[in-house]
């Protein structure tokens, strides 16, 4: 699709793009204005086609909306139940999902990967990394996102219930000895998937679909496949250049699973944060596990002990940021001075953030199907959220 044809579809469906603000639940509050603003300037700069985002207030019904448009070509707008990819927030899916498991008796969180995997190589200094290890992102496995793959992994590699292997594979498997740093990793939540798996003689999705989905009560979350036929689904776009409005379809490159294969809407993932954090899908107790603040080996919070992969400049927090932790599948920080959990998603199409905010009791959810289109809503969000000017 050239350029000049992209432009004249956005113009003919400009009218469903200033229309489908429609709103679900009761009307909004001064909270829900302001993230209405966020996400409407997002579509109108071109930072994505299309923006679904969400907020609930502990105890009340949530407000949910829709802006821009789901399907450039069908002229289809968001709505508050429009479907899309949340790629690695998937990973609080799978680490709920272990921590089930383990409260069920079927597995221990200390538990060697060798145990499930035999066989599963041992690190340069003779270490295997634990359950834990991998939930956190502590246990030095190599991302396959950053290469390393074998060459004969095929498109469908993820989805080979012995994928572990391909990741015992990696070269090089290991960038730092388990527990002595915190380096975040795709290849952890392969084989945290294949461990469900292993365990419960399900395959991922059967599992998570009637053990932990189920249990939250969400019914428009999946784990997404090509051929499935989903009704309100977001088609996921890039920008051409990285220029503004420039929309192209992404290219099917093979879905991810455990690590970041959910599609979901708003209203299903601030259902979520209510089943989780409600304790409905693990024990308080497992809820309070999955939230800690992680420590490397000797004792360091892993915010503060960050592998930089070789090439790459080591990050640096943006200093409205005072602490940035990890826990079991979710971001354990403080933000603007409040405790915030979370996690962010990005797939190539897609790009989703869930906020939880235990102390404002508030849930925020972004969804939007272009690449890092939640972006640039990201700190105006979380400034509206608790409250900085």
């Known amino acids: ?59 009340s019904p949530p407000t949910i909306f829709g802006l821009g448009v789901a399907d450039i070509e069908a002229a289809t707008p968001v709505v508050p139940d429009t479907v899309f990819r949340i790629a690695s927030c998937t990973k609080q899916f799978t680490a709920a999902a272990v921590v089930l498991l383990s409260e069920r008796g079927a597995l221990a969180l200390d538990a060697p990967v060798d145990r499930f995997f035999p066989g599963f190589p041992a690190s340069p200094g003779g270490r295997i990394p634990s359950v834990e290890h991998l939930l956190t992102h502590t246990a030095g496995i190599h991302d396959y996102v950053l290469g390393g793959l074998p060459a004969d992994a095929g498109r469908d590699w993820r989805h080979d219930p012995e994928r572990w292997r391909l990741m015992a594979r990696l070269a090089p498997l290991y960038d730092f000895e388990p527990g002595a740093l915190w380096g975040y990793s795709n290849s952890n939540y392969v084989l945290l998937g294949a461990i469900i798996e292993r365990v419960s003689g399900r395959s991922y999705g059967d599992f998570l679909a009637t053990n932990v989905l189920a249990r939250a009560g969400l019914t428009a979350t999946a784990l997404d496949a090509y051929a499935d036929a989903v009704p309100r689904r977001a088609i996921g776009y890039s920008l051409d250049g990285g220029a503004p409005k420039a929309f192209r379809k992404v290219a099917d490159g093979g879905l991810p699973v455990a690590e970041g294969g959910l599609r979901s809407t708003v209203g299903d993932m601030l259902a979520w944060n209510q089943a989780l954090f409600g304790g409905k899908v693990v024990s308080p107790a497992g809820v309070k596990r999955m939230t800690q603040a992680a420590r490397t080996t000797d004792g360091a919070p892993v915010g503060s002990a960050h592998f930089t992969p070789k090439g790459m400049t080591p990050g640096k927090p943006p200093a409205f940021v005072q602490q ?22 990005g797939l190539p199409g897609f790009n989703s953030i869930v906020l939880h905010f235990p102390e404002k009791q508030v849930d925020v959810v972004l969804l939007t199907n272009t690449d890092n289109g939640a972006v640039g809503a990201f700190e105006p969000t979380l400034r509206a959220a608790t409250g900085t000017a």
């Open 324 to 345: 940035a932790d990890y826990g079991y599948g979710l971001e354990v920080a403080r933000i603007f001075d409040t405790p915030v959990i979370w996690h962010s998603g």
């Open 1 to 59: 699709m050239t350029k000049t044809r992209r432009e004249a579809m956005l113009l003919a469906v400009s009218a469903a793009v200033c229309a489908s603000g429609a709103a679900a639940g009761p009307a909004e509050d001064d909270l829900a204005s302001r993230l209405r603003l966020i996400a409407a300037k997002s579509v109108a700069d071109g930072q994505t086609a299309g923006f679904a985002l969400g907020v609930r207030r502990f105890g």
